[in-house]
């Protein structure tokens, strides 16, 4: 296959994805109404249980099932000394250039994300225009612009009341370290673990949900020693990478990319990327960062605050080193669903061509909707039967996290069974005309197309055992 070819099937499935978010409900363009907001998306019914399904999930596997982390939830606006201790104020920036007639920014190193090299060739071309690609206006020269948005408390548009909606959920667990310790019995090494919003006012490439202005971090900071950091940062790789395989991403679809020098931040003394290979290129999923003892030295420094931990045993006292694991929510959701998407031999369309029909091979664990139960047809009795499964199947099942059960009567069977491949559903479930004979239902499951007669008695027990 051509290079071409290849930069065109890559781009089809990416538009496929999205155009099957929508369709579905999964993610729909933010203020669609309004003519939309550059990178801002709205998250549908499917779209939030699956983001739902992930945190959930994320947190049970990092923070409720170890002993040696524990959880969060920071404010989004902290005190902006916050952000000075960071370096956020005065080093968080990017180069960007200005349009003196339309006000529109532009990265100075990139106006068009490009991934294919011949085509970065013709981008490097057009970077030396000095004209807006928006209305052809003078370009300013570069200058640095902070990412971070500002706003203001109370009704005084004034400097002394500015504040900033954070730009990663971070330093909220830095300046909760000293409550942390005082209030728990946490010794090294140990975690804080957080999810939350984040706001980066950034220009993006319009990947669709991979960078946008509004995300989501599921993070940790893990607290060490300092001789322990190379043996721990190699655990964490191992337990991020443990994670991947949990919710179902091909180990063939990413790679572990380890950053160079002149890439590390100002924190950082090592950071790897998890590396995963989108449609739109090779990109950044997580992060895992070596942080020293940057923050916690930094805070103590600039809020006079004691910051250091001592040990129980040998009463020593010292700043503790910090190993960062960073998860996209975002980020995790379209690798999930790219990782998914898949497309089978359908029926005959109009043209008596064979259609291409969408699956979603979402793990179980992750899937928006468990279990749909139909009736084989609108009749009465089987719309009854079928109504009462899904009734006795959320008293059985309901105590299960996250477990959605649909019905649909909707259209033809056929057409039910292909809406619930699209949004990924596990099982369907018929009741038909013998299920009022039998007491038997049809189940039928997603992967392996397989069919197989279950006793109504018995439906609950053969589901849990699925999913359990």
Known sequence: MSQESRLADSAGKMQKIISLCKRRGFIYPGSEIYGGLANSWDFGSLGSQLKKNIKDLWWQYFVVNRDDIIGIDAALMMNPKVWEASGHVDGFTDPLVECKECHQRFREDQLIEIEDKIERSIAKKLLKIDRCPNCGGKLSTARQFNLMFKTNIGPVDDQMNTVYLRPETAQGMF???????????????????????????????????????EFEQMEIEYFIREQDWERIFGEWQSAMSEWLNYIGINSQNYSIREHNKDELSHYSKRTIDFEYKFPFGQKELYGLAYRTDFDLKNHEKHSGQDLKYRDPQTNETFIPHVIEPTFGVERTVLAVLCDAYGEIEGGRGQDSRQDQEVILRLDKKLAPVKVAVFPLMKKEKLIEQARAIVKKLRQDLGHLPNFVIAYDDSGSIGKRYRRQDEIGTPYCVTVDFETLEDKAVTVRDRDTMKQERVRIKELGGFLKEKFV
């Open 175 to 213: 300046v909760n370290f000293k409550n942390i310790l005082d209030s728990t019995r946490v010794q090294l090494p140990f975690g804080i673990a957080q999810i939350g919003k984040a706001f980066r006012n950034e220009i993006t490439p319009g990947n669709f949900i991979f960078r946008v202005l």
